[in-house]
C-alpha cells in the first residue's frame, strides 16, 4: 500500500470512530432521560439504608409528575415574557401582567420543592440530610454544566 493510501484508511477510520462517539453522545442524551440517569447516579453513590434511598427517590419522582404541568406553565410564562420583550414596541403594561404571573408560577414550582424537602427532612436523621443535600448539590452543579449555565 501507499503512504497516502494508508493515510487515507487512518483518517477514514478515526472519522467513522469520532462520529461513532457523536451518535452514542446523542443517543444518550436523547433518549435515555436523565431522571433515570440521576436515579441510578444516586443508588450508585450515595451512602444511605436502602429504605431511605428508596424513600428520597419516590419523593422526588412523585414531586416530578406532581408538578410536570406546572413546570410547563412555567415554560410557556417565560416564552409570554420573552414575546412581549421582543414585540416591535414594548408593551409594559403586558409585561408587568405576564411578569405577575410568572412569578406566581414560580412560587407554586417552588412550594412544591420545598414541600418536598421538608418531607424528607423529617424522615431523615441530620447525617443522611447531609447526604442528600451534597448529592442535591452535585446533580444541580452538573445540570448547569451540561446546559451551559
Known amino acids: 500500500m ?7 484508511i487512518a483518517l477514514s477510520l478515526l472519522l467513522n470512530l469520532m462520529l461513532a462517539g457523536i451518535i452514542v453522545g446523542f443517543f444518550t442524551q436523547r ?3 436523565h431522571n433515570a440517569l440521576d436515579r441510578d ?3 450508585n453513590s450515595v451512602n444511605l439504608p436502602e429504605e431511605k434511598k428508596k424513600f428520597f427517590l419516590n419523593v422526588m419522582q412523585s414531586n416530578r409528575k406532581e408538578h410536570m404541568e406546572l413546570r410547563e406553565r412555567v415554560k410557556e410564562g417565560r416564552e409570554k415574557l420573552l414575546d412581549i420583550l421582543s ?3 414594548f408593551d ?3 409585561f408587568e401582567n405576564q411578569a405577575k404571573e410568572f412569578q406566581k408560577l414560580r412560587g407554586s414550582l417552588t412550594d412544591g420543592f420545598t414541600d418536598t424537602m421538608r418531607s424528607i427532612g423529617k424522615e431523615f436523621t441530620a447525617e443522611e440530610r447531609k447526604v442528600v443535600v451534597e448529592h442535591l448539590r452535585k446533580m444541580r452543579e452538573l445540570r448547569h454544566r451540561k446546559h451551559g449555565h
Do not use: G, N, R
Open 31 to 33: 433518549v435515555i432521560p
Open 87 to 89: 414585540a416591535k414596541v
Open 41 to 43: 447516579e444516586f443508588l
Open 92 to 94: 409594559e403594561i403586558a
Open 2 to 8: 501507499t503512504k497516502s493510501l494508508k493515510l487515507i
